[in-house]
């Protein structure tokens, strides 16, 4: 029994640190970082401008406050019109204003292949970042994009992994003691 627990607790942690790199990356972008607003495909990287976070692009995961840039650009060339706009979860209780818009950025041409949406967040929370885009015929469709800020997931996963040496290393001395 002892020996099944001790599996579940190692894989446990070979599953978090696995895990670790949806959270932040550097270079590629992972399949995390797309959205489909109707039949246009967006890449979404999101960055923040602290030494320590540097190359690293963000998708649903902003591990600390300060200023978050979201950019947004077509994987193929687009005539279309986007509206970015962020928005706090500010209601828990009324689905129907459960999000408040905090900024919206003016309508922008997709055709120079990067629009994007910067605001200084100082508060934890959920965001969403709402996208609309608007053909040529006046035709919008939106999407939308939820994450975290001010959660240092990565930082917890390392605590969380870090615990589970210690367990496993006190289960394992304490079962050779009891072979004595």
């Not at 401008?49 to 995961?61: A, N, S, T, V």
């Not at 129907?96 to 200084?120: M, W």
């Not at 939106?142 to 210690?166: C, D, E, H, N, S």
Request: aromatic letters at 10%; one cysteine or more; glycine letters at 8%.
């Amino acid at each position: 029994m002892k020996y099944s627990v001790m599996q579940l607790l190692i894989s446990a942690l070979f599953s978090l640190m696995a895990y670790q790199s949806a959270f932040a990356h550097a270079g590629s972008h992972d399949s995390s970082c797309f959205l489909t607003v109707g039949d246009t495909q967006l890449r979404i990287s999101g960055y923040q401008f602290q030494p320590e976070l540097e190359g690293k692009h963000f998708c649903h995961f902003f591990p600390e406050l300060g200023q978050v840039v979201l950019a947004v650009e077509p994987l193929a060339e687009e005539q279309n019109l986007v509206t970015l706009e962020l928005a706090a979860l500010t209601s828990w209780t009324d689905p129907g204003r459960a999000f408040t818009v905090i900024k919206q950025q003016p309508e922008q041409s997709l055709n120079t292949g990067l629009a994007s949406i910067t605001h200084t967040i100082r508060q934890r929370g959920i965001y969403r970042l709402n996208v609309t885009l608007k053909d040529n015929f006046g035709n919008s469709r939106q999407q939308r994009l939820w994450f975290l800020v001010g959660f240092p997931i990565t930082k917890i996963m390392v605590m969380i992994a870090g615990l589970l040496v210690l367990v496993i290393g006190f289960a394992g001395v304490r079962s050779f003691k009891k072979k004595e």
